[in-house]
């Protein structure tokens, strides 16, 4: 079988050397014609809230503190 192909191949380079020529073409005509929103948004957009208050516990802090100032900053844009 793969045999039969190389065979196939070099007896008909003309032919594989268009074919393979016709495809390059043809994949550098989609690659041009992506719409701009193929590419992916590389905006970072991460805020890190680290709250401390001595005296309380973590559970404490993470349900009167920071969950709440997450919620806000959820709101805000950007």
């Known amino acids: ?3 039969a192909a190389v065979d196939f191949a070099l007896k008909n380079r003309f032919l594989v050397l268009a ?3 016709l495809l390059f073409v043809w994949g550098a005509i989609s690659f041009h014609q992506l ?5 992916p948004d590389v905006a970072n957009n991460y805020v890190e809230v680290i709250t401390q208050w001595a005296g309380i516990s973590a559970e404490q802090i993470e ?5 709440p ?4 900053m959820n709101g805000i844009p950007g």
């Not at 349900?63 to 969950?67: A, D, E, F, N, S």
């Open 1 to 3: 079988m793969i045999r």
């Open 19 to 21: 074919m393979a020529l």
């Open 35 to 39: 719409p701009v929103e193929a590419y």
């Open 63 to 67: 349900q009167q503190v920071t969950i």
């Open 69 to 72: 100032l997450e919620i806000v």
